[in-house]
């Protein structure tokens, strides 16, 4: 007995491997165009009996045997009918892989069941009213398979509100989604312990592909890695959950669909993270991320994704991950805003570039508390802002945020819009603002990139009026410059010095200080190196020896202590003395051209520091 001569393979989940398939039912009379008699399952011929199909086709069907594999549906077949004669539509270990179905297919509220899987591996659907597979629930012990699957009609692919629970997950990876009107998975569930695997599909409908709402929560995570978004409608996963502990994998996807790139209030919740490393965003009308919610252990890795067109918007979203988030070598080509955003944990931005505006703007509200700013007040998570890259800086703004544990180094923020930035509490010793940076220059030697920073962050603060933190920051731009290794010892030693007395010319009071110091400082000296009177003054001379003058403070002692006083006040503010008295010996004259060099440096920079306070304006 001759027999049709179709034979494939497909994967058995059941018994993990390729199982053999041999159809077995009778050919048909009339050959294809090859010559081949296949049977009217298999046959390619376009004008095979429709009716006959159907026929045979609901016999199978009552039978138990679901093998349908590379069963050709003539295009007026129709699943509705069969569910109509048959009741509900059941199918148990289905097997479509390969079929090509060149009728409209609808099998909304299907169940799929069974110990073995749902297989559509490598199945075509080219009707033209589209595929719909809305409410169908795909139950299968060994999960479903649509891999490789094409689906190319002129209507619509529609999964909305379907159910996917197989332990042995979801597959639509290598799947082409291309019908006309789009893709519609809004409402779909996948759940069981499998992996949800969407991995170099493609989604190229011009109505766009549609995600929203759907629940991702099997245990073996989503996987979406080089997954292709294009078409006209844009790509929607608004409110979407990822739930699954395998963590959310968008690695490497493509989002350039000529609508919008929605993930607006989705939620991202796996135990492994979310990973959009290598993704690139290029719809026209942008890519928007509000209200979206990365928890979990894992980190939210955005590494070396690009976003070029319309705007990208993570406002108000909240990073919460305990490993923190990573946007590291990111590019963004088109104006990004963080407004409103939260990062709990650790974040780093190392390598970024951006090319156009860019927004980090925490609360609107005037109140400087932690719950109002962007980035964690906690040093345990570093704020890593090192090696960014700005081409228009007039674009950035940085408000409401909290710098206080943020890596600056070798990021050029000249010219960036800094406005109510919190760099933690003052310094109780040093009195001034110290930055993260300048906490970890003695241990990593980059006492010269932080001066830098602190140059460019004095620049910014005297450009806006705000002069008392401007100080701060001159005050720890001469620091790191003082402690830089390769800086000479000699302008290390004045560096010092200037520090000393008059916090490099941030704290005249100091200045002040040491300048009224220094005569009372000197009359000690002087009363007993010796002082004596002018050739034309008959009087002796002021030497006294301290082992036995000092007991006798008699009224002539005290007369000469006020004299020496007065001469030393005149000789350190003008360099001259207009009483009686001058040096007597080389000592004391040593002394006097001393005291005359430290008073003019003292009153310099008494005079500068007053210079720099009085040319500024209170904040």
């Not at 094409?150 to 197989?166: I, L, V």
């Not at 078409?231 to 502990?245: L, Y």
């Not at 700013?373 to 950035?396: A, K």
């Not at 003052?426 to 906490?439: M, N, Q």
Request: proline share 2%.
């Amino acid at each position: 007995m001759s027999k049709c001569p179709y034979e494939t393979e497909y994967w058995d989940p059941k018994y993990e491997e390729d199982i053999a398939y041999t159809c077995l039912h009778p050919p048909m009379k009339t050959p294809d165009e090859d010559g081949e008699n296949r049977c009217i399952f298999h046959s390619k011929r376009e004008d095979k009996d429709t009716e006959n199909f159907y026929k045979e086709f609901k016999k199978l069907y009552e039978s138990g045997d679901h093998n349908f594999t590379g069963f050709i549906f003539p295009e007026d077949f129709d699943f509705r009918r069969l569910k109509k004669e048959t009741g509900s539509l059941k199918f148990v270990d289905a097997g479509f892989s390969e079929a090509l179905f060149l009728c409209d297919v609808n099998l909304s509220v299907t169940e799929f069941l069974g110990e073995g899987d749902t297989n559509f591996k490598g199945a075509k659907f080219t009707g033209k009213g589209g595929t719909n597979f809305s409410w169908a629930k795909f139950s299968s012990e060994g999960g479903t398979d649509f891999s490789g699957a094409q689906f190319s009609g002129e209507g619509r692919t529609k999964f909305y509100m379907a159910r996917f629970s197989g332990e042995g997950g979801t597959n639509f990876s290598w799947a082409q989604l291309s019908d006309e009107d789009g893709t519609d998975f809004g409402g779909a569930k996948f759940f069981g312990e499998g992996e949800t695997n969407f991995s170099s599909a493609k989604f190229s409908g011009k109505g766009g592909t549609d995600f929203s709402l759907a629940q991702f929560s099997g245990e073996g995570g989503t996987d979406f890695s080089g997954a292709k978004f294009s078409g006209e409608g844009g790509t929607d996963f608004r409110g979407a959950q990822f739930s699954g502990k395998g963590g959310t994998n968008f690695s490497w996807a493509q989002f350039s669909s000529e609508g919008e790139t929605d993930f607006r209030g989705a939620q991202f919740s796996g135990k492994d993270g979310t990973d959009f490393s290598w993704a690139q965003f290029s719809g026209e009308d942008g890519n928007n991320f509000t209200h979206a919610n990365f928890s979990g252990i894992g980190e939210v890795a955005f590494y070396n994704a690009q976003f070029a067109n319309g705007t990208t918007r993570f406002s108000k979203v909240l990073f919460g991950n305990i490993e923190g988030a990573n946007f590291n070598d990111v590019i963004f080509y088109c104006p990004v805003s963080f407004d409103r955003s939260k990062f709990k944990k650790r974040v780093s931005f190392i390598n970024s570039v951006f090319h156009d505006t860019v927004e980090f703007i925490g609360s609107n509200k005037t109140d400087m508390s932690e719950e109002n700013h962007i980035f964690s007040h906690s040093f345990d998570f570093e704020v890593d802002l090192r090696n960014m890259t700005f081409s228009t800086p007039d674009r950035i703004i940085f408000n409401m945020v909290n710098l206080s544990c943020a890596r600056l180094l070798n990021t050029d923020f000249s010219g960036v819009r800094l406005g109510q930035v919190n760099w933690g509490e003052r310094d109780p010793e040093e009195k001034r603002l110290i930055i993260y940076d300048e906490k970890k220059a003695d241990a990593e030697g980059s006492h010269r990139e932080v001066s830098y920073i602190y140059k460019q962050l004095r620049v910014i603060y005297e450009k806006t009026g705000r002069y008392f933190n401007a100080g701060d920051f001159f005050f720890g731009e001469m620091e790191m410059r003082r402690r830089q290794a390769d800086e000479g010892s000699i302008i290390k030693a004045l560096l010092y010095l200037y520090r000393l007395i008059s916090g490099y010319g941030e704290r005249p009071i100091k200045a002040f200080c040491c300048f009224l110091g220094t005569p009372v400082l000197f009359t000690l000296f002087y009363f007993f190196s010796g002082l004596k009177n002018s050739p034309r003054m008959d009087k002796n001379y002021i030497n006294y020896d301290v082992s036995w003058s000092l007991p006798f403070f008699d009224l002539v002692f005290w007369k000469d202590l006020l004299n020496t006083l007065f001469f030393s006040i005149h000789n350190a503010v003008l360099g001259r003395t207009f009483t009686t008295l001058m040096p007597e010996g080389i000592v004391s004259t040593v002394l006097c051209i001393f005291e005359n060099i430290i008073g003019v440096i003292f009153l310099s920079l008494f005079i500068l520091a007053m210079n720099r306070k009085f040319r500024r304006t209170k904040d």
